[in-house]
């Protein structure tokens, strides 16, 4: 490439940036016109191109690119001293492209309107709203649990491979979509992260590949984790960036499927954001609801627990500050906290339901 042309390019970075921040403020536009408009095309043009694929092509490219990153830096390290503004004009319009393609791609979708919103739900709720929402997440949860398992107190075991789940994940979309013809899901590009290992150790158990739109998820996460964190994934593709929303919609994905172990995986995960905010609020109340919830669906808190116990590393908590950092960068004010944020649109959204 030219080198005129790359300096164009590296100089393009900075009215993006001022056109990003500009248009953040103007959700309804990027709702209306990116998320509801262009935005589907994109993301089904690059399903349906890369969702065929049995492994994730986006991983293999991300592999490629470390290569190639790592070979350039080296190749340049004399540039870099001899070439420093040439270095720098190179590293800025590879930086300039990349920032592009993720806004166009996906990251508009961090600027469109508040879930809450379009599903006219409140995000204020009192301790009682809570208490009452979290007392009927334990009794399903508990009646679904002794449907599976009966009297038993042991954990369920999802009687399902993983790649099954993988296909089995759209159908719940396919029951919400009746409710919320918006998450329509079609077709489908779900798959196991190559990358499995580091993504365990960094403690994340699933993302999105905004440049190619496939739906990644840790291969390494118990089976009982796997249909939530499947609809989850599933849910940014569908453009919803914030991960307190894809908590909310997954959870919704999973209650509305037509197996029992989804339902339970989704019931259950619901049931775990909302003990967690008690817990915040009132010990005492905490420890009182605990007690109600049955000990097979305890052991499966627990089992979940143990495995991410077992990776526990000295470089997670830099992983996660740093993933913290780009949401807020995203407008999620909150970080990595903004998935508690969850608890609201479960707390509203159930708080009428009969189940």
């Given at each position: 490439m030219?080198?005129?042309?790359?300096?164009?390019?590296?100089l393009l970075?900075?009215p993006q940036f001022l056109?990003?921040?500009w248009?953040?403020?103007?959700?309804?536009?990027i709702?209306?016109?990116y998320s509801?408009?262009?935005y589907?095309?994109i993301s089904?043009?690059?399903r349906?191109?890369l969702g065929?694929?049995p492994?994730?092509?986006?991983?293999?490219v991300y592999?490629?690119a470390?290569?190639?990153?790592?070979?350039?830096?080296?190749v340049?390290?004399k540039?870099?001293?001899?070439?420093t503004?040439?270095?720098?004009?190179?590293v800025?319009c590879?930086?300039?492209i990349i920032?592009f393609a993720?806004h166009?791609f996906w990251?508009?979708?961090y600027?469109?309107?508040?879930?809450?919103?379009t599903?006219?739900?409140n995000?204020?709720?009192t301790?009682e709203?809570?208490v009452e929402?979290?007392?009927?997440?334990i009794?399903?949860?508990?009646?679904?649990?002794?449907?599976?398992?009966g009297n038993d107190t042991l954990?369920?075991?999802?009687?399902?491979?993983?790649?099954d789940?993988?296909?089995?994940?759209?159908?719940?979309?396919?029951?919400l979509?009746?409710t919320?013809?918006?998450?329509?899901y079609?077709?489908k590009s779900?798959?196991?992260?190559?990358?499995?290992?580091?993504?365990?150790?960094?403690?994340?158990?699933?993302?999105?590949?905004?440049?190619t739109?496939?739906?990644?998820v840790?291969?390494l996460?118990?089976?009982?984790?796997f249909?939530?964190?499947?609809s989850?994934e599933?849910a940014h593709?569908?453009?919803?960036?914030?991960?307190?929303?894809a908590?909310f919609i997954?959870?919704?994905?999973a209650?509305n499927h037509d197996d029992?172990?989804?339902?339970y995986s989704?019931?259950?995960?619901?049931?775990?954001?909302?003990?967690?905010?008690?817990?915040?609020?009132?010990?005492a109340?905490?420890?009182e609801?605990y007690q109600t919830?049955?000990?097979g669906?305890?052991n499966n808190?627990?089992e979940?627990?143990?495995?991410?116990?077992a990776?526990?590393?000295?470089?997670?908590?830099?992983?996660?500050?740093?993933?913290s950092?780009?949401?807020?960068?995203?407008?999620?004010?909150k970080?990595m906290?903004?998935?508690?944020y969850?608890v609201?649109l479960?707390v509203?959204?159930?708080?009428?339901?009969?189940?």
């Amino acid at each position: 490439m030219p080198k005129n042309t790359k300096l164009v390019i590296a100089l393009l970075l900075i009215p993006q940036f001022l056109f990003i921040k500009w248009i953040s403020h103007y959700p309804e536009f990027i709702e209306e016109y990116y998320s509801e408009g262009v935005y589907p095309f994109i993301s089904k043009t690059l399903r349906y191109s890369l969702g065929w694929m049995p492994f994730s092509f986006g991983d293999f490219v991300y592999a490629l690119a470390i290569i190639y990153i790592i070979r350039w830096f080296y190749v340049n390290r004399k540039r870099l001293i001899k070439n420093t503004k040439h270095w720098i004009v190179d590293v800025v319009c590879a930086v300039s492209i990349i920032y592009f393609a993720f806004h166009l791609f996906w990251g508009l979708n961090y600027y469109r309107l508040p879930l809450h919103k379009t599903l006219n739900l409140n995000t204020d709720y009192t301790t009682e709203q809570l208490v009452e929402v979290t007392k009927k997440l334990i009794e399903k949860s508990n009646n679904i649990f002794f449907e599976i398992a009966g009297n038993d107190t042991l954990k369920i075991d999802i009687p399902y491979s993983k790649r099954d789940i993988l296909n089995l994940a759209p159908l719940g979309y396919e029951r919400l979509k009746n409710t919320f013809p918006h998450l329509e899901y079609h077709p489908k590009s779900v798959k196991k992260s190559l990358f499995s290992y580091p993504l365990t150790y960094m403690g994340f158990s699933g993302y999105l590949n905004p440049l190619t739109n496939e739906a990644q998820v840790d291969a390494l996460i118990p089976v009982y984790l796997f249909p939530t964190t499947t609809s989850h994934e599933m849910a940014h593709q569908l453009g919803y960036a914030a991960e307190n929303e894809a908590n909310f919609i997954g959870c919704l994905a999973a209650i509305n499927h037509d197996d029992i172990y989804f339902n339970y995986s989704g019931y259950t995960f619901a049931l775990r954001f909302c003990l967690n905010e008690i817990s915040k609020r009132d010990e005492a109340l905490f420890d009182e609801l605990y007690q109600t919830v049955n000990k097979g669906v305890l052991n499966n808190y627990k089992e979940a627990r143990d495995f991410w116990d077992a990776y526990e590393n000295p470089l997670e908590p830099l992983f996660k500050i740093t993933y913290s950092s780009y949401l807020k960068a995203n407008k999620q004010a909150k970080g990595m906290e903004s998935y508690s944020y969850v608890v609201a649109l479960l707390v509203n959204y159930f708080e009428d339901k009969n189940f």
